[in-house]
């Protein structure tokens, strides 16, 4: 095994890494709850350290995880393809050009002269031969003006070569890139969850520490426990959604999508910590709260289309009440 392989980073986490997220905000709420006992515990549980470690969760979660890596390279390898497509009906162009320019006994040394030994490779992607026919037509063009004009070439097409070679060149580094990107970002994502996940059982075993008298309290700082509640395995898995947590404290609301999906979009909603339901549904108001919609019971997952919820479909923004007594932790968001 080669050095660099063997110095990866591995998780040292045994969840998803969605859940770890979710299960250390609400670890890190449970901490600013009872910051107070904490700091009479240890003094570097101060409310500041709660809030760098709250916003270092949030930092991990930022950084772009594999489904946007995904997201990316899908987008530049089409991008590529389209470039490539244009090149090769470029060079059409210029085969044309050189059969009607050159006699017929130089022609095919001409052809070869101007790249068109890289044509069959380039016209099944591959990216390094659309690259060597863009050059070797742009060095050809630039050494045969006279005849290539004379065989019916605009004065405005190696201008336009020129453009479609610059614009295939920017994509195929920005590709090759985003490949080249692809190990260190996963690499940076799994330390930066590595370093959370570090700091995170540290304070929780303080507050077990701290809690051993309180059952209750004490389960607040319990992985396992936090883990559960969150729903984890395939069904109330959030992966492949782009989900946001809500904390909507008793008879408030909150505003959790500003336009509306369509009827067709697959959406996740969870109601993951409290006791009592929620009500979603649609408004055109920031303020007030749901009198009716879709009831969400807690610790149940909804995955489907957002018009499979029967709500008005004419608003614009999508609200979530909890008409309880107690604060729920609500996530919802769009499939990615």
């Known amino acids: 095994m080669s050095a660099l392989s063997s110095n990866r980073p591995i998780p040292?986490?045994?969840?998803k890494q969605n859940e770890l997220y979710s299960v250390a905000l609400i670890c890190w709420k449970s901490y600013m709850d009872n910051q107070a006992a904490f700091e009479a515990f240890n003094t570097r549980y101060t409310v500041q350290f709660g809030t760098d470690m709250k916003a270092a969760v949030q930092s991990a979660k930022a950084l772009p995880d594999e489904f946007q890596r995904s997201d990316v390279h899908k987008t530049l390898r089409k991008d590529l393809k389209a470039a490539a497509e244009n090149a090769l009906i470029k060079w059409q162009q210029l085969e044309s050009f050189i059969n009607n320019g050159f006699d017929e006994e130089d022609q095919e040394s001409k052809k070869l002269a101007a790249g068109h030994a890289y044509y069959a490779a380039a016209s099944h992607e591959d990216w390094e031969s659309v690259d060597s026919l863009l050059s070797d037509a742009t060095t050809f063009i630039g050494l045969h003006i006279a005849e290539l004009t004379t065989g019916g070439m605009p004065a405005t097409f190696p201008g336009d070569l020129g453009t479609v070679k610059t614009s295939f060149e920017g994509l195929y580094e920005a590709f090759t890139d985003a490949e080249l990107d692809a190990p260190e970002q996963t690499d940076a994502k799994i330390n930066a969850?590595?370093?959370?996940?570090?700091?995170?059982?540290?304070?929780?075993d303080d507050?077990?520490?701290i809690t051993r008298n309180n059952a209750a309290l004490k389960s607040r700082f319990t992985f396992s426990h936090v883990l559960e509640l969150i729903g984890g395995g395939p069904t109330s898995d959030s992966a492949g959604y782009d989900v946001q947590d809500f904390f909507?404290?008793?008879g408030e609301s909150v505003i959790v999508a500003e336009n509306l999906p369509s009827a067709t979009d697959e959406i996740y909603m969870r109601v993951v910590t409290g006791d009592n339901a929620v009500t979603v549904c649609t408004t055109d108001d920031n303020?007030?709260?749901?009198?009716?919609?879709?009831?969400?019971?807690?610790?149940?997952?909804?995955?489907?289309?957002f018009g499979e919820l029967g709500l008005d479909m004419t608003k614009t923004k999508l609200r979530v009440t909890n008409p309880g007594t107690e604060e729920v932790l609500f996530r919802g968001g769009p499939k990615l």
């Open 287 to 305: 303020d007030g709260l749901c009198i009716a919609g879709y009831v969400l019971e807690p610790q149940v997952t909804f995955k489907g289309e």
């Open 12 to 15: 040292v986490y045994d969840c």
């Open 193 to 204: 969850n590595n370093e959370l996940h570090r700091n995170l059982m540290k304070m929780l």
């Open 248 to 250: 909507i404290a008793p």
């Open 207 to 209: 507050g077990q520490k």
